[in-house]
Every structure is written in C-alpha cells, then in structure tokens.
C-alpha cells in the first residue's frame, strides 16, 4: 500500500531521577500519497518525537511506522528531512549542499550539476551555486534546504519547523514556495510548526496534538492549501472560513497552554 | 623608573600631538564617527595606527638614547669619560701638612684604546702626585699611604679633598665623581656614571644589529644561525605533527565513543595541566638529552591540546547536521569524512594555533636546559659569556618566529576553514 502509516506509536523514556515520561500515547495516522498535513501543538505535546519517529532516528516504544509497505526502523533517504536551520553544510557551496544526497547514491557528476541547476531554479535561487552558505540569508539558507531535500527524489517530506527561524515577511513568501513545491512535485509532506496561521494555511489536514501524553486531539480536513496554489495566499488569510478556523484552534490551543499551567500552579 | 616615566611621559605627550594632528585634518565621516556612544562600544575601538608606529618607535629610540647608540644624535648623559683632577691635603705624623694632586683617566672599554699611564712630575713634599686609568663606569681606589713618603706611618692620613675636609666614612662630591673615604683612610673615586646603560646590561641597538650580522654569517658555536633557528623549528614541527597525527584521532574517538572517552578522559584530563616544562627533567631522565627527548616532550606539549580541540570539534557538531546526512542516505564513514570532520576543522585549528605557541615556548626552554644546537641554546650560552647582545638578538630573533608561526597559522585557517564563526 502506498503511503505513511503511524500505527499506535506510543513513546515513553525513563528519566535519571526515576521518573518517566509519556511523550506520545497510541497515536495513528494514516497518510495518502500526496497529501500535505501540518502538525500543530502547544509546546512539549511531543510534535517534533513523532517526527523524528517518522524519520527513523528514534524507535518508538510502541506501534510502528510502515511507508510503503517498508516499516521505518532508521533514518533513510527515502525520507527526506527539512530542518528549522544550521543544519546546511557550511564547508560546502551551495551547489555541493544541494548535491549531497545524490552524490550519496553515487550519482555521475555531469547529472548530479543538472538536477542542482534545475532545483535551485524551482526554489528561486538560480545562479547561486558557487556562493558559500553562510553568505546568504536566513531565507536563502532554507530554501536551499528544501532543493537539497528533493534533490533526493524522497516520498515524504518531513519539516521540522521549517519557517521558524524566519522573519515574518519572508516566512510568507516561504510558505507560498512550500505550497508550490507541494503541487508540483505531488510529494508527501508532513510538516510541523506551532504558528497557527501557517498550520491552517498549509494543511490539507491539520492535526492538533494535545500534551501529557501527546495524542492526536483533533482533525480538521483544510481546503486553503490547495486554494493557495491557485490563489494569492494573502488573499486567503483574508476568507471568512480561514479566520474563523484560525481562531477556534487558536483557542483549543489557548485553553490546553492554560490546562499545562494551571497544572504547573497545582504543583 | 626613570626610563617607565619617560616612555609614560611620551605615551601622553604622543596621545596629545596626534590627537591635535588629526583633529587639523578633516577626517573621513565613515559611520563609526558618527556614532555618539564609543565609551563601552567595543566596535568602535580600532587600534590607532599611529600609536602603533610611535610606541615602537619611541621603545627605540629610548633603547638608544640611553646606550648612547650612535643611531641618534641625542643621548642621556653617559658615563664620565677623560680626566678628572683633584688635589688632596695630607697630615704626616709629625704633624705637618703637604697637598698632592690626583689624576685619574676614565676611559670608554668599548673603543678598546687603553690610554698610556701618564707621565707626571711628583711634586714636592711627603705628598706625591699620583694618576689612575680606569673603565668608564668603575670606581678607583686612591691609595694615597702606598705612594706617599711615610704613608705607612700608622697616623698619616688625608684631611681635605680641594680644600674641603673629609674623615673616614665620609663622601663628598667634587666635579663630576663622588669620593668616599674608607674606614683605613682610602679614597675610593666614583667618577660620574651618567643615565645610560652599560653594555654588558643593554648594548646599543646597532650592537645587536652588527652582532647578528656577525652570527648570522660566522654562526655561533659551531653552527650557523639558520642552523639554530631551524633545528628549533624542526623540533617543533616534528613534535606537533607527531601530537596532531596521535591526538586528533584520539580525539576523534573519544567524541565518538563512549568507551575510548571512558578510557582516555582521566588520562587526558590529568595531563592536560601538567605544564610540559615540567615533565622536562623526567624526559631528560629517560630520553637523555638528545633530539628524542626533546621531540617526545613537544609532541606531550601538543598531543592533549589537538586531543581535546579534536574532541570538542566532533562534540560540537549540530545534530541536525548528522540527522540531515543520515536522511540524505549518507553512510556513517561518508558522515565521518563529509560531516563530521569538516565540522570540526575551526576547533582543530584553534587547538593547533594554541598548540604551536605552546610548543615553540616549550622548545625554548628545553634548550636552555639542555642543547647542542637551537635558539635557546644559543642565548643561554651567551648569558654564560655575558654576550648580551647575542641574547637580546636571540630573544628577539625567537619573539619573530613565534609571531610569524600565529600569522601563518591564522592565514592558512582563514584560508581553509572560512565558514569559521560564521
């Protein structure tokens, strides 16, 4: 069967002093080729360990994860990973950053220039090859992240709070890049943010995950990714439906941060 | 004391006239100019150039002026050179008083002239005129009851210098030299001996300067001056090569398992502040004191230090770095070899920067201790034969060397690791 599937993954780690932590209970999701879902949370909800489940470089204790048929028991480059930031190679160019994964596979040169030259075109940095990483800004270096994750041709695309190290403008123009990438590449993606606004925007689905332990609280089915592939994004903030879906889970959100402190208070 | 106010005295008066030189030019409004807040503002403080050039420059020209170098024309007063006179009243023991007149020729040792013993008339009476030679900055003893008629006698003794009166014990200052009389009624002359330097404390910049052109042609002690300096720098370099070659994997390994850093974390952190001239006597002990012993101290010299900078590099590699690779279907060698590595090049050359200095200091020293050859052997030989010119040139020969290793070390790091701090 094509697709990811989280099946009752539940994660729990003992502490040096004894205790031990619930990060995520019996958490499913079943994901079809293509979609786009964002994962949204307050902090500490366990976002980024079913994440790095996903990817492979943790094993839940629990449940598994099975992309293609596969069950994910590591990191692979089927799986392609976007970092929040710093995770570029600063001793290589940009050219050699976006080769990286097929170089991995063995790549010929020639081939491996070519796929570079027509990424760094998709994501909007043409003739950038030769510069040096970190004479490029902060937006510059993820969208080279992005064209570094699918210069390896992966069937999802895993997004660690990709835009969250971004100044509020160009986070703007970086999601509408995300959504143009979702539909013209078709690829999975799972990506994960605690912005609100860019949750709904982005996600075909959008869960929301609730803390302590972190299980899927609830699900919305978003029709505003695909609008923004037709449609100028800013027009969509300004839906009726988009705000008004902003703000209901604005306030779930809200009301689980005021639970965590309530809690915290008790203590 | 007087030379620290002068070089203070200096320091203000040169802060003052550029300050009043630059303030008649109009500068460059470049924005730290602009800027209101300096005081506390770390970026705006730039080295000023031109205290750079007069604090050298000044650092000389004191030097020169007080060994009376021939590079300027303006000295402090130097020692008394020439003739210096002065009469002497004696009382024999029948009671009976005689003058004498004393002649003393100070002569500078450096023209290596020594001046004739002059030929005086003795004059008349029990008191006989009497004349010395001596060094510029050295002292005569007058002996007036060894040249006088019945000096020996047991109360024979002087009573005036020019006319003064002067008792045992006592000083009294004529032109240009001080005389003490001893307890047993000796004169002891103290001609004047100005501001400078003796050369044996500090030889003139130009002594220095002829003195390695002597060495650096002639060579000292068998060897030529290349041969000193370089087998110094070879020492070091085979020493820290050695230390890299072992401590960077070591250091490797220790970041990247738990076992080799279980094991090898006590070693390295007991020996780490060991100071290598401390271990200098057990490997002279064990190696002797030929080239083994000294390559063997600096490679321990460098070994922890490119140990630990290696260690920090792998441990200082953002695990999103190595979760990106792994996600992008790398092999854990390519990770080693592609990313890990290379992400700790900056630390490596930290490590070897602090690790050459410390090793050019450490080889110094061993010389000193023990040495057929090398610049520390070189100077610590001349001390022995008061050849300060030589340890100055050596000192200094020795400060450009470990100057020049830090720039080239700096410049192959901006060279190699650009992304550093970036």
Redesign the interface.
Known sequence: MKGLSIENVSMRFDLHNGNSIQALKDVSLEIEEGQIITVLGPSGCGKTTLLNIV?G?LAPTEGRVVLNDQIVL????E???V?????????MNVRSNVA??PR??GMPKDEQNEKVKHLLEVVGLADFEDK???ELSGGMQQRVALA??LA?D?DVI?MDEPLGALDALTREKMQGLVIKLWKETGKTILLITHSVEEAVLLGERLLVLAPRPGRIHKEYTLPFAEMGSSMDLRDVKKLKDYTETRDEILSIIWEMEEEIMGRVEEN | MTILIIYILIFIAAFYAVKVVSSMRTSRKDYTSLKTVTFGDESAVSPNRAASIISVFSIFLIWAAFTGSKLIPFHVPGPFIGELGFSYTAMNSLGETDDAEVTITIYDVQTGEIPDKLDIEPGTGFAINDTYQIVAWRSALVKVKRNDVGGKDSDYKVIAINDQEISPNNELFIDDARIYMTAKGTLSVTPSKGWQMQPVWLPAPETVWSRLIKVSSEGYKNFSLFEHLGWSLLRVVVGFTAGALIGIPLGYAMGLSGWFRGWFDPIVEFMRPVPPLALIPLVIIWFGIGEQGKIILLFLASLWIMTISARAGVSGVKIAKIHAAYSLGASKWQIMRLVIVPNSLPEIFTGARVSMGVCWGTVVAAELVAAQKGAGMMIINASKFQMTDLVIMGIVLIGVIGYAIDILMRISENYLVPWKGK
């Open positions: 990817a470089f590591g990191p692979g480059p799986r392609g990973m970092f929040q930031q710093g995770a570029l190679f600063e001793w990286f994964g991995m596979k040096a990483v970190y570094r994750c390896n992966p895993l």
